[in-house]
């Protein structure tokens, strides 16, 4: 289990710095990484990275992959305004399809009520 969890740890080191160094493809390079590890004891993460952009330029973007700070999330008085224009839009497709008969427009206004409610 020792051994085990020693191979998952170092995995999730080298997938951690693949990662930050902009990999395009990660499993393709983590599959290379390892392979070229995989007969070293004690091997270099950062030596075998710095290989591989030499090497395998394809697998990395040409800029670094900085992280992305999560946008602002929509206030609640957006949603509240996105709630009531649906409510308007599913009332019109209602009554429409009760005044016409057509049954088209009854297919619309249930399409809307699925979607909506």
Request: charged share 30%.
């Amino acid at each position: 289990m020792a051994e085990q969890l020693k191979s998952i740890e170092a995995a999730q080191r080298l997938t951690r710095k693949l990662a930050a160094e902009g990999v395009v493809d990660l499993e393709t390079a983590v599959l290379v990484a390892k392979a070229r590890i995989e007969g070293q004891i004690g091997a270099d993460l950062d030596g075998v990275i710095e290989q591989l952009k030499k090497e395998k330029q394809h697998l990395f973007s040409s800029q670094k992959s900085i992280p992305v700070a999560s946008k602002r999330t929509a206030p609640a008085k957006d949603r509240v305004a996105t709630a009531t224009e649906s409510q308007t839009m599913l009332a019109k497709a209602a009554k429409r399809a009760a005044t016409t008969g057509s049954r088209a427009d009854l297919q619309e206004y249930l399409k809307l009520r699925r979607s909506f409610i």
